[in-house]
T-cell receptor
Framework: DAMVIQNPRYQVTQFGKPVTLSCSQT?????MYWYQQKSSQAPKLLFH???????NEADTPDNFQSRRPNTSFCFLDIRSPGLGDAAMYLC????????????FGDGTRLSIL | GESVGLHLPTLSVQEGDNSIINCAYS??????FIWYKQESGKGPQFIID?????DKRQGQRVTVLLNKTVKHLSLQIAATQPGDSAVYFC???????????FGQGTELSVKP
């Protein structure tokens, strides 16, 4: 059973039109991550939530925002998508007090028209 | 659309052969290392991990070797099967937890 669920699996949006990607988890992990992954590249961390504390990576564009209304859900908002934002977006979770590695969802593939 | 992608290193093996995928990590202070398998259209899937106080760890058909002297990590897959075809990423972190630093990935192709 999927424990980190990303919806939708495929998202198409228009250039400049805001889009929101969602992630939910049934693991009750306190840490949630958002990664961007482009073709033939490794995942690149955008930001993460440690409990309710938001931690942005220094090189994440301002165009990318995130919300975490509760433990189970986390959203990635792209305010004005450009062609360069077309990518796979991966959500991962982790329990900070465990010895378990990050657990990934299957991602949302975002296309920009 | 996406920018032109890089070409991942590729390893092509015959079904039944053993595979060895190598990774050079960057931070000598890293103390926890993970191998992930990523199939097309899916997220990275945990395979095996190792902590810096070990130099070898075995799982089912997989073995991870850690050489801290030269900051090198390898993944060995025994009796490689077509279902092993995927991109394999190594990742490192310090004090386990927090930011993962991913290696560039290796594409494993298994020929039947």
């Amino acid at each position: 059973d999927a424990m980190v669920i990303q919806n939708p699996r495929y998202q198409v949006t228009q250039f400049g039109k805001p889009v929101t990607l969602s992630c939910s988890q049934t693991l009750n992990h306190n840490v949630m991550y958002w990664y961007q992954q482009k073709s033939s590249q490794a995942p690149k961390l955008l930001f993460h939530y440690y409990d309710k504390d938001f931690n942005n990576e220094a090189d994440t564009p301002d165009n990318f925002q995130s919300r975490r209304p509760n433990t189970s859900f986390c959203f990635l908002d792209i305010r004005s998508p450009g062609l360069g934002d077309a990518a796979m977006y991966l959500c991962a979770t982790e329990a900070s007090d465990s010895n378990q590695p990050q657990h990934f969802g299957d991602g949302t593939r975002l296309s920009i028209l | 659309g996406e920018s032109v992608g890089l070409h991942l290193p590729t390893l092509s093996v015959q079904e039944g052969d053993n595979s060895i995928i190598n990774c050079a990590y960057s931070n000598s202070a890293s103390d926890y290392f993970i191998w992930y398998k990523q199939e097309s259209g899916k997220g990275p899937q945990f395979i095996i991990d190792i902590r810096s106080n070990m130099d070898k760890r075995q799982g089912q058909r997989v073995t991870v070797l850690l050489n801290k002297t030269v900051k090198h990590l390898s993944l060995q897959i025994a009796a490689t099967q077509p279902g092993d075809s995927a991109v394999y990423f190594c990742a490192e972190t310090y004090n386990q937890g927090g930011k993962l630093i991913f290696g560039q990935g290796t594409e494993l192709s298994v020929k039947p």
